[in-house]
C-alpha cells in the first residue's frame, strides 16, 4: 500500500522503528537477519516504542508488524545459551523483562493489531498471543516450541489460557506441535487469515474502522475491562461492571456519542 501521508511521529532504534501513518502507530521489529529473534535490546526497543505509541496522541490505534520473511523466530537462541552462564537472579532479572513487555501491549490503552506475515513461533507467538487482534496468511505457523529444547512456554501460558482455555493451551504448550493459520484461528489463538497480497491493505482498513467507528475512550476502558474482570468474583466482577458502567455515562465521548445518535448525526472519531 502506497503511503501518501507524513509521519507525524517516528523513532527508529536498534531492532525496531516506530511510525505514525493516519492516526495508526506502526511498530516494526527490525532485526531480519535473525529472525526477529528476541533479545535483551530488542525486548527494551519494544517497550520503549510501544510507551511512545501510548503516549502518542496522533496514534489511535497500534499496529504490531516485522521485516524479512518470518515475523518472528522467539528467543535467541545465542542469547538464551549466554544467559545459561548467569545466576538465578540475573536470569529472573531478563525473564522479568520479557514479563514486563507482554504485561504492557496486554494492557496498553490503545488497541494493538499483530500483523503476521510469516511464522510466528514461541516467543513470537507470544507477541501475536498478548496482542488484541492478530491478522496473518495462510502460509504462516504458529506454535509454542519451547518444550522441545527443554526450555517452558512460562509467561504467555499466564495469556494463552485466557485467550483459548486450558485444553487448548495444554495441547499447544505440552506437544511443542505448530499449527496452520487456519487451525489458530479454529481455536481463537488469532482473528483473520487473508491473502499475503491484501495483508497490509486489510489490516488497515481494519485500524482505520476502528480510528473512525469508535470512541477512544471506550475501546481504553472496554480493553480494561477484559483484562481485569477475569480476575475477579462472579460478584465482585459485576460490581465492577456496575461501577465503570456508570462512570462512563459521564464521559465526554458517551455524551458525545448519544447526542449524535439521537439527533441522527454521523459521528466520526
Not at 532485526?31 to 528476541?38: C, D, G, Y
Not at 535483551?40 to 516504542?49: G, I, N, Q, R
Not at 506454535?143 to 482455555?165: C, M, S
Not at 477512544?216 to 456496575?242: F, H, I, N, P
Request: with cysteine.
Amino acid at each position: 500500500m502506497t503511503d501518501t501521508t507524513t509521519t507525524a511521529k517516528e523513532l527508529t532504534l536498534e531492532y525496531v522503528h516506530y511510525e505514525v501513518r493516519d492516526r495508526v502507530g506502526y511498530i516494526t521489529l527490525a532485526r531480519e537477519e535473525k529472525r526477529n529473534a528476541l533479545n535483551a535490546e530488542m525486548v527494551s526497543d519494544l517497550k520503549k516504542a510501544f510507551a511512545m505509541a501510548e503516549e502518542d496522541e496522533t496514534c489511535k490505534v497500534i499496529v504490531l508488524r516485522a521485516e524479512g520473511k518470518v515475523f518472528c523466530a522467539g528467543a535467541d537462541l545465542e542469547y538464551l545459551q549466554l544467559l545459561q552462564q548467569y545466576n538465578y537472579h540475573d536470569n529472573l532479572v531478563d525473564s522479568t523483562h520479557l514479563m514486563e513487555l507482554f504485561r504492557l501491549i496486554y494492557t496498553l490503552k490503545k488497541v494493538v493489531i499483530a500483523q503476521v506475515h510469516g511464522h510466528a513461533i514461541a516467543g513470537g507467538c507470544g507477541l501475536a498471543t498478548v496482542c488484541d487482534f492478530t491478522f496473518t496468511v495462510p502460509e504462516a505457523k504458529f506454535g509454542y516450541t519451547e518444550v522441545r529444547i527443554g526450555f517452558i512456554p512460562a509467561i504467555v501460558t499466564v495469556f494463552l489460557l485466557r485467550k483459548i482455555g486450558e485444553a487448548r493451551a495444554k495441547e499447544l504448550l505440552l506437544t511443542g506441535d505448530l499449527i496452520s493459520a487456519g487451525e489458530a484461528q479454529r481455536i481463537g489463538l488469532i482473528n483473520f487469515v487473508v491473502s499475503p497480497e491484501t495483508l497490509e491493505q486489510e489490516v488497515f482498513a481494519f485500524a482505520q474502522k476502528l480510528c473512525s467507528q469508535n470512541s477512544r475512550y471506550s475501546m481504553e476502558v472496554t480493553k480494561e475491562m477484559v483484562a481485569r474482570v477475569q480476575e475477579k468474583t462472579l460478584e465482585d466482577g459485576l460490581l465492577y461492571a456496575a461501577e465503570m458502567n456508570a462512570l462512563t455515562r459521564g464521559s465526554e465521548d458517551c455524551q458525545r456519542g448519544i447526542a449524535a445518535f439521537l439527533s441522527k448525526e454521523t459521528l466520526k472519531w
